[in-house]
């Protein structure tokens, strides 16, 4: 249940549990203390955001030695945000993510807050909110921006954007838009989207109070500023490839050789003659061209000792590094070989395609598909659907007009289905559509959003008319 209530929330609420984006652009973060005695500098080692890789280390005004430093970097910061907040003794640091928190891993809770580099308290959305996820949608941070801001005027999406706001906004409404979160005199003010403010002082971590706007707006009303930031714009790296080692060598072609094996190339058609034997890696390139190595997987038939060897042994082309920047994060580079031999290489390959026949086959009538429990018809994905979908995202589904608009839900849920019940690899539920005539996932995962859409609208039985003519025009 968590998996599939995890994708939902990531692609259709406004607060994101597990969201990540990945952008060809990076920046380096400087933030100011409010009395600017103080100041952070965040250099991230990735392009992924929200992302703790990377390195922050705070200073007094004026020096050039950090007073300290913390092993994670600060990114989704903008001039404006305000989210991330700097104590005016240097020693405290706040971070809020309203976007792509994950509750689950320390420093990408919704806040997190630091002490001389330590990290002294984590707060999730529902501790500062009460919000529960599975009845209601809401946010960190307060949004306004749709209802109040002239996008025409403000020349939203260029260069010249400025914001300007519509005609006859409140005052309210006009602070809240710029201001959700602000410090003051070493206190952070909050406010959600249930337009509440939550207080926090920075001294200790802790949570003050919380009070609803309305109530402390004139407390407030002109204690609200905008942090000093700037951001330094580098260009991410794109290593499609794992760089060569410094003296020009091609890193597959060097391991190929250690191994005794060939390189495996899909593209001249090696997918369907020969077995392939892989492994995964990541880990840091450093600027002295070394590389640590932080995850190694994927190696069955591999000699796990040699690849680690190799590594760090060996040194590695760096021109890609950005400037100011002293190590880079590769996520996941894939290497493939097969046999030397071709024929032993064909061999390995025809017998890896029987096992895998009958692999599918068994697939096509079990129950449960790696621990998962595989429905065997339309009316039992409703049924699981009914147990595993969050109260909140089947009322919002029951509430859309016509069945037609479930297709919100097709890069979501919809690859969550495909996927987890073997629409894509084989399963009893595919065998079920197949058996009708349906043979893309995306008309089967389409199917079962459709009909479901009229279950939540009490009509139990509208599958049974696609049932009883597969062929019929639904979408």
């Known amino acids: 249940m968590r998996l599939i209530t995890l994708v939902l929330m990531t692609c259709f609420v406004a607060i994101s549990i597990l969201g990540q984006s990945y952008s060809s652009v990076v920046h380096i973060v400087t933030v100011h203390s409010q009395n600017e005695n103080f100041f952070l500098v965040s250099i991230p080692y990735d392009n992924e955001s929200p992302s703790v890789r990377g390195v922050t280390r705070v200073f007094a005004r004026g020096s050039s030695s950090p007073l300290y430093t913390l092993p994670r970097g600060f990114d989704s910061v903008n001039y404006q945000s305000n989210n991330l907040i700097l104590s005016d003794d240097g020693n405290t640091i ?27 308290k984590s707060y999730t959305l529902s501790e500062i909110t ?16 749709d209802e109040v801001v002239d996008k025409e005027k403000s020349n939203i999406g260029t260069r010249q954007y400025k914001k300007v706001f519509k005609a006859g906004v409140s005052d309210k409404e006009k602070f809240l838009s710029d201001y959700p979160i602000f410090t003051n005199n070493d206190v952070v003010y909050l406010t959600d989207s249930k337009r509440t403010v939550h207080r926090f002082k920075l001294s200790d971590a802790r949570l003050l109070d919380s009070q609803p706007f309305t109530e402390i707006y004139d407390e407030i009303k002109n204690s ?4 000093k930031v700037s951001l330094e714009r580098i260009e991410a790296p794109l290593f499609r490839d794992f760089p060569n080692t410094l003296v020009g060598t091609n890193v597959k072609l ?5 191994f005794g094996m060939k390189q ?16 995964t890696i990541s880990g840091y390139l450093m600027t002295d061209g070394s590389f640590e190595l932080t995850e190694l997987d994927s190696m069955k038939g591999l000699p796990r000792d040699s690849i680690v060897s190799f590594f760090a042994q060996n040194r590695f082309d760096t021109t890609l590094i950005p400037r100011g920047v002293d190590r880079w994060f590769l996520s996941r580079k894939h290497f493939h070989f097969r046999k030397a031999n071709d024929k032993v290489a064909r061999q390995e390959r025809q017998e890896e395609l029987r096992v895998q026949r009958m692999e599918r086959q068994n697939r096509l009538v079990a129950e449960m598909v790696d621990g998962r429990y595989i429905p065997k018809d339309l009316p039992d994905t409703f049924e699981q659907l009914d147990k595993e979908l969050p109260e909140i995202t089947r009322k919002e589904m029951k509430a859309l007009k016509a069945r037609s608009e479930m297709i919100v839900y097709h890069h979501g849920l919809g690859t969550w289905l495909r996927n987890n019940w073997g629409l894509w690899g084989g399963s009893r539920l595919q065998k079920y559509f197949t058996d009708k005539g349906i043979r893309h996932p995306d008309d089967m995962s389409g199917i079962i959003l459709y009909f479901y859409w009229d279950w939540l609208q009490g009509d139990r039985d509208k599958w049974k008319e696609w049932e009883r003519d597969p062929k019929q025009k639904i979408f």
Not at 130 to 145: I, P, Q
Not at 264 to 279: A, L
């Open 94 to 120: 706040v971070y809020l993510l309203d976007w792509g928190a994950n509750e689950e891993e320390e420093g990408l809770r919704s806040i997190s807050i630091y002490n001389r580099g330590e990290l002294e």
């Open 130 to 145: 009460g919000c529960d996820l599975k009845k209601e949608r809401c946010s960190l941070v307060y949004s306004n921006f």
């Open 224 to 227: 609200g500023r905008f942090n």
């Open 254 to 258: 060097a391991l190929s050789k250690i």
């Open 264 to 279: 495996f190339v899909s593209s001249s058609g090696d997918d369907e003659r020969y077995k392939r034997y892989s492994f």
